[in-house]
């Protein structure tokens, strides 16, 4: 038997509050989700004003980031053409997304979930992303 | 009519224990999936650690490859921009992988089935397919 | 945080052995698949002579029963027309099956997988499933 | 390894041939599908008239009856609400039929594929690829 560790519904609101904040600051209303480290949803906003568009792939995001265990930004340079993963942002239905904006919740060296922005650019989105993990983890060392 | 060898779920489960020995050996926790020569699965297993995204990888890496009877890694090269198969990724609800580590099991110049690996770098996911076959290959002819 | 246990890969081989000893029992080759409790795959093995159709029911069976935290079989009650759960049964792009043989493995109290057969009768499908989470739980104990 | 006995292009042709003269009988122009005993395509007619929807369906019927090995037909008693497999209509991605016209090619006993008609009541599609099953057997007696 493993056992794993998870993000709470507790801890996925914090994620997401860090998010929304630096959204805010940036004036980009957001498409945020926070899966857990199987990549399945615990939960979701979409400020008002967020891309219908980006409801799906800010959960696709946050799913890759969590069962890749990388960030999607990561795959974006991997799969260039020429490169070892060229091609490979169409697996899985084309759920498997290339573009900045899915990282990993990392606790412990354990990934324990992955947090998907989307409505921005991609260097916004991975911002926003980034700026929620940092919230979630100043609080819970805190 | 015609008559067709396929592989076996006991030869299937050489080749996965020949994959699963060498990823041991890099320290790679690999999904690993073996299907006919028709690109039905045969067996899979997903070591403790591999990752949740390569669970269909796998298994579609080895359906392309005994579809298609050719390494999903020479697609690679083949769908680059400006070549002729550009774009071949996205084919079949994306099922069609051109990443590297999906290898044909080929007996007696027939296809007989595949084995696709994921989880780690491409080169590292090809190199632990190659292993399986080269196994199953050594022990079909002692 | 929250703290989740799972099946590994040796768990989910026992659970195959157990219920392909079943299969084997009764004569009808089977496909068995063994999820982990968020539904994704770990291990897989079709039975020479297993239906080509249900190398995917019996993914989702699993996927069923450790995602609903119940047996297949119970959604096939409740999904009858005029119950409450009717045509739930094309819920998750058909993915949600109400045919009998996908039980969650059930440990302390948590479900920590499941497994799903096929190629049987429903009724022969479940027996085997059955019998592969006792083997098992009976080996946990012993 | 396996030995497994499939339909070749020039038994698909035959069955079409039979189903197709049976269509035109009976003045009904039909989609006929051919797949191998994998449920893969072999070949496909789709008869002046033949309906769109049927084109699709066809092929279904046909995987269906190729890969659990019997008649579409069957499933759909067995899947009536409060039998065993009830449900199953929507399985694979609705791809699995249980409407009547999807019959298993059998030969010395093993299924080498399967006949799939689709366009007119599913008693007629039946009738048609049962014709067509019944023209390929006796040349294949003769």
């Not at 606790?107 to 979630?136: H, L, N, R, W, Y």
């Amino acid at each position: 038997m493993l056992t794993i560790n998870r993000l709470s519904l507790a801890d996925a609101r914090i994620l997401i509050e860090g998010a929304r904040g630096r959204a805010e600051e940036i004036g980009v209303p957001m498409c945020i989700a926070v899966t857990d480290e199987s990549g399945q949803l615990i939960a979701f906003e979409r400020m008002d004003g967020g891309k219908i568009t980006s409801t799906i792939i800010a959960q696709d995001k946050a799913y890759t980031a969590a069962g890749a265990k990388r960030t999607t930004e990561s795959y974006g340079e991997a799969s260039l053409p020429g490169k070892p993963a060229y091609g490979i942002n169409s697996a899985i239905g084309g759920r498997l997304l290339v573009v900045a904006g899915g990282i990993p919740v990392i606790v412990d060296g354990q990934v324990v979930g992955a947090v998907g922005v989307s409505s921005g650019t991609p260097a916004q989105d991975s911002d926003c992303a980034q700026a929620g993990i940092e919230f979630f983890l100043r609080g819970a060392s805190a």
